[in-house]
């Protein structure tokens, strides 16, 4: 029977490209010479520091608008709130999102059981199964899928007939 997955991943030589993209940026920027500012990356997490919360901004917007031309989809991107030490130092981190959490997962099985497509979905771990007789079936639940805005990016991966 065909299939594919409906999965939710961000590419992590693209975060890493992005993050030393915004490393070399902050050593040539003005306004951050002699500032301790860094950007570090770390598994599914960027996190960034700097001397005042202005800057700790600055910071942020660098980042995020280089993951943003590097083509990772922002809802895949978590933004903390930032901490404020006693002494003004300003510290954020910014989660990057990987895989179908159960609840995104609940939300998009339930779609396509309400669109009455003649496909089955199945939750395994990350990712949601679809099952049909037919490729047109299973093409006509990745446009309606497509076409609904879901609080993740969702690709389509693992087509088989």
Do not use: W, Y
Not at 2 to 26: G, H, R, T, W
Not at 111 to 119: G, L, M, N, Q, T
Not at 122 to 147: K, P, W
């Amino acid at each position: 029977m065909p299939s594919f997955d409906i999965v939710s991943q961000v590419n992590s030589m693209e975060i890493e490209n992005a993050v030393n993209i915004a490393n070399k940026e902050l050593a040539n920027r003005f306004d951050f010479r002699g500032a301790n500012a860094t950007i570090v990356l770390e598994k599914h997490e960027i996190k960034l520091s700097a001397d005042n919360p202005f800057k700790l901004k600055a910071l942020t917007e660098i980042v995020i608008g280089k993951i943003a031309k590097r083509n990772i989809s922002l809802k895949n991107v978590e933004q903390c709130e930032p901490d404020v030490s006693p002494l003004g130092h300003a510290r954020q981190v910014i989660k990057i999102k990987q895989g179908l959490e159960t609840e995104i997962a609940k939300q998009v099985t339930g779609f396509i059981r309400e669109s009455k497509f003649k496909v089955t979905t199945q939750i395994q771990e990350q990712q949601v199964r679809v099952t049909g007789n037919s490729r047109d079936d299973l093409q006509a639940v990745i446009a309606a899928v497509r076409a609904k805005d879901f609080p993740v990016a969702l690709q389509f991966t693992n087509f088989r007939d």
